[in-house]
């Protein structure tokens, strides 16, 4: 298990569809901790910490996102501050 941290900002449909939602229970489902919040742009921005492995499974997953979700980007990018315990949406 390597420990590695993401940052991804999702584009599309991804407000009001419980998008941060589902990614929680996706990502507390892998193991990862971390946040998914709304973006005033309308983007979500998510961080995850956790084995680099399941980053990898989830990073797949957020281009699906829940059923209502229609994702038109997902941009992904190194986050190297401390990610609390848990996971978090806001």
């Known amino acids: 298990m390597s420990a590695a941290a993401a940052r991804f900002v999702?584009?599309?449909r991804v407000q009001g569809v419980f998008y941060?939602?589902?990614t929680r229970e996706r990502?507390?489902?892998l193991g990862l901790r971390g946040s998914?919040?709304?973006l005033p742009d309308g983007r979500v921005e998510v961080?995850?910490?956790?084995?680099a492995g399941a980053i990898e499974q989830l990073a797949r997953w957020l281009w699906q996102?829940?059923?209502q979700a229609?994702?038109?980007?997902?941009?992904?990018?190194e986050h190297a501050a401390p990610v609390?315990?848990?996971?978090?949406?806001?």
């Open 20 to 22: 941060r939602a589902a």
């Open 84 to 90: 609390g315990e848990g996971f978090v949406t806001g």
């Open 70 to 77: 229609k994702v038109d980007g997902v941009e992904r990018g």
């Open 47 to 51: 961080i995850v910490a956790g084995d």
């Open 36 to 38: 998914a919040i709304n």
């Open 27 to 29: 990502a507390q489902a």
């Open 65 to 67: 996102g829940p059923p």
């Open 10 to 12: 999702v584009s599309g």
